[in-house]
């Protein structure tokens, strides 16, 4: 929860929203050579805050796209290791998806030799 406090303060959320970050939930994904996330919007929370990703292990090309549809206009970066990625505001509801990994791209001493794995501050509203 610190970290998700002090990721939305770097990035320059106010500071009562900061504050009342509260995320009750970490979703693990692990990603091999292959894998890939189809595009799909994060809206299986109760509550709109923000969802903060992290990115650790081999880089991946990460589509993020707009609020209406699965396609088109849509950016594709690169997540590496270590990025850190907010989905809040008017990009809390994106389309957005893994199209591919990046085999061999994973730092030295990032604690995963092969793969990518994303974690993810949910705020479910879940209580049990
Ligand atoms: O792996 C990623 O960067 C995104 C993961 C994701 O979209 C999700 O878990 O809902
Ligand atoms: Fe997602």
Redesign the pocket.
Known sequence: MRLGRRALRDAGYPEDEVNAYTPDTALVNHYDDSARLGM?Q?KDESALAPVVSLSIGDACTFRFGNTENRGKPYTDLRLRSGDLFIFGGASRLAY?GVTRVHPFTAPDGCGLEAGRINI?MRTTGLTD
């Open positions: 799909h994060d957005h993810t």
